[in-house]
């Protein structure tokens, strides 16, 4: 099956903010907009687990979409797991909730031992949900890919399962760095593989989750972490679709990826706008960062905390308005609906 050819979506607000280029408002999208905030998402989920809504193009192409029935949007992602692609390598994974790794990778036999990850043969059903979400979109919106950091995928490979201080990980960079960026390569070359197949069955931006990269201190984020990043992105820039990054918790790292080849950085909501477009200079958009728990505030209060970042943002091109982190299970649907339009409202300081 071929993807869809018409609509680019090359004018979208969206795609020529991740350019620099003009925008008639500042587009806005929200990590995690499909999920258990939305009832709709809550009723499809309790038709079939997780596991299986991942793995059944139909469902996640419906629960990608929900959230743009709802809200006028101006970007969709892909409703799916930093882990799918590492099923496809091998790895016996499993949700419980979290991501549960049965035999985590800690040595260079393991890591050796991971399958070459070929996405049409072992994710075929995220390229078909690809698919299927470009064919249902709204006229004009964007359809974001998205897939794991290297080194957040390390944690979760040689931790086994989510923690607060991924200390296995970390010590394992310090204690066996040679393998350490052994297993850092091999996920990088799988993510290029990966990304590359999302952009060609129809993604038209795609973005590096970086979860757990904030808890490194700089030498060691730049040796592992952004070394491999580096890697992916260089895989990834003959795509032609805007390339995302975010750091969480990297309000510390900013100046690291400074020169670091994608369009857009995405920040969280622990440093102001203003201060991170110095740093990182003006050559690359920035995408944030509301902080998840202001969308529980009154709505005059949250009309203020959107006005500050869009102030912050003001005076420069490329600004893709969104939450620092993703959006809380518990938020209130109508305060996303005022979030949004009231983002789309506000014309100040927009570049046009």
């Known amino acids: 099956m071929t993807s869809p050819a018409p609509d680019r979506g090359e004018s979208a607000p ?58 006028p949007l101006d970007a969709a992602i892909l409703f799916s797991d930093i882990m799918t692609p590492l099923q496809g390598m091998g790895v016996d994974l499993s949700f419980e909730p979290g991501p549960v790794v049965r035999a985590p990778i800690r040595t260079d036999a393991a890591i050796d031992a991971l399958a070459q990850l070929v996405p049409e043969r072992d994710v075929p059903f995220v390229l078909e949900s690809i698919r299927l979400v470009r064919a249902g979109l709204p006229r004009g919106v964007p359809l974001i890919g998205f897939a794991g950091g290297p080194f957040t995928l390390l944690c979760y490979l040689v931790c086994g399962r989510p923690s607060k201080e991924f200390g296995a990980a970390r010590s394992f960079l310090y204690s066996s760095p040679g393998s350490a960026q052994r297993l850092l390569d091999r996920l990088a070359e799988a993510m290029i593989a990966y990304l590359r197949a999302q952009a060609a069955a129809g993604a038209q931006a795609l973005m590096l989750f970086e979860s757990w990269a904030g808890l490194l201190a700089p030498p060691e984020f730049e040796r592992f972490a952004l070394r491999a990043v580096r890697r992916t992105v260089a895989g990834l820039r003959d ?6 990054y975010y750091v969480n918790q990297g309000s510390a790292l900013m100046e690291c990826v400074a020169d670091l080849d994608v369009d857009v950085i995405g920040v969280d909501w622990r440093s102001p706008l203003g201060r991170v477009r110095r740093q990182l200079g003006p050559t690359q958009a920035v995408q944030g960062n509301l902080d998840p728990a202001a969308l529980f505030a009154p709505p005059e209060d949250l009309r203020r905390h959107a006005a ?17 982190h993703g959006i809380w299970p518990e938020t209130d649907p109508d305060a996303v609906a005022r979030l949004v339009d009231y983002v789309h409202e506000r014309r100040e300081g927009v570049s046009r």
Request: glycine share 6%.
């Open 308 to 324: 500050r970042v869009l102030d912050e943002a003001a005076g420069a091109p490329g600004h893709i308005f969104n939450l620092g």
């Open 239 to 244: 795509t032609g679709v805007p390339l995302i």
């Open 14 to 71: 969206f795609l020529a903010a991740c350019r620099r280029q003009p925008v008639p408002h500042t587009p806005i999208w929200i990590m995690r907009q499909a999920g258990r905030y939305l009832p709709e998402y809550r009723r499809v989920r309790s038709q079939a687990d997780f596991v299986t809504l991942l793995r059944s193009p139909e469902l996640a192409a419906e629960v990608t979409l929900q959230p743009l029935r709802r809200y």
